[in-house]
């Protein structure tokens, strides 16, 4: 199975908005809501910051926001603060019954 | 609050079998509706996806790694367990347990992480 893709990098100022995409197929993000997306520092372990392409539990940033078309998932960050520079991943459900990630994405804060 | 913790030998040698031990604690693992997964993070790369165990007992793997990973539980001991055999220097990575509950995507409690160092 393929990685889902994602930009290697983005970068916004404090206050802008950005957003990730996650690109797979119709065996992947095409096929199912099973999107989900971690926000991760160095050294530290991920941690879930949307599921299911909108749904995001309780205690995170309403800043987060998911949502998916066609073959793309995406993840929007508004007001960008500094403590959102991280690595972000995507990962998706798949026909084969296993589960795939994004290769992740830099975000850097000006 | 539940919590999840890894376990392992820190060191492998190539072509020899790695075992890791995740134990959870704060609730059990035999609770139904819940998957029990591992992920593994190679330094300086991206997050994989390694296979999941289901409250069912049906067991899913990585195509990549099937032929060489074994996922299973411990209800005794309420603890998550995972073997990969012939290992090389490229399993070298940081090893995570996760949970997932059934009809989510979501993976919402994980490990702290061990890293596993595959070197002669």
């Known amino acids: 199975q393929s990685a889902l893709t994602q930009p290697a990098s983005v970068s916004g100022s404090p206050g802008q908005s950005i957003t990730i995409s996650c690109t797979g197929t119709?065996?992947?993000?095409?096929?199912?809501?099973?999107v989900s997306w971690y926000q991760q520092y160095p050294g530290k372990a991920p941690k879930l910051i949307i599921s299911?392409?909108?749904n995001r539990p309780s205690g995170v940033s309403n800043r987060f926001s998911g949502s998916k078309s066609d073959h793309t998932a995406s993840l929007t960050i508004s007001g960008l603060q500094a403590e959102d520079e991280a690595d972000y991943y995507c990962?998706?459900?798949?026909?084969?019954?296993?589960?795939?990630f994004g290769g992740g994405t830099k975000l850097t804060v000006l | 609050q539940l919590q999840l913790q890894e376990s392992g030998p820190g060191l492998v040698k190539p072509s020899e079998t790695l075992s890791l031990t995740c134990t959870v604690s704060?609730?059990?693992?035999?609770?139904?509706?819940?998957?029990w997964v591992w992920i593994r993070q190679p330094p300086g790369k991206g997050l994989e996806w390694i296979g999941n165990?289901?409250?069912?007992?049906?067991?899913n793997y990585n195509p990549s790694l099937k032929s060489r990973v074994t996922i299973s539980v411990d209800t005794s001991k309420n603890h998550l367990s995972l073997s990969l055999r012939s290992v090389t220097a490229a399993d070298t990575a940081v090893y995570y347990c996760?949970?997932?509950?059934?009809?989510?995507?979501?993976?919402?409690?994980w490990g702290q992480g061990t890293l596993i160092t595959v070197s002669s």
């Open positions: 990962i998706s459900y798949t026909t084969s019954t296993t589960w795939v």
């Open positions: 119709s065996n992947d993000i095409g096929g199912y809501n099973y």
């Open positions: 299911d392409v909108s």
């Open positions: 704060g609730g059990s693992i035999s609770t139904s509706g819940f998957c």
């Open positions: 165990i289901k409250d069912t007992g049906t067991i």
């Open positions: 996760a949970r997932r509950r059934r009809g989510s995507s979501g993976l919402d409690f």
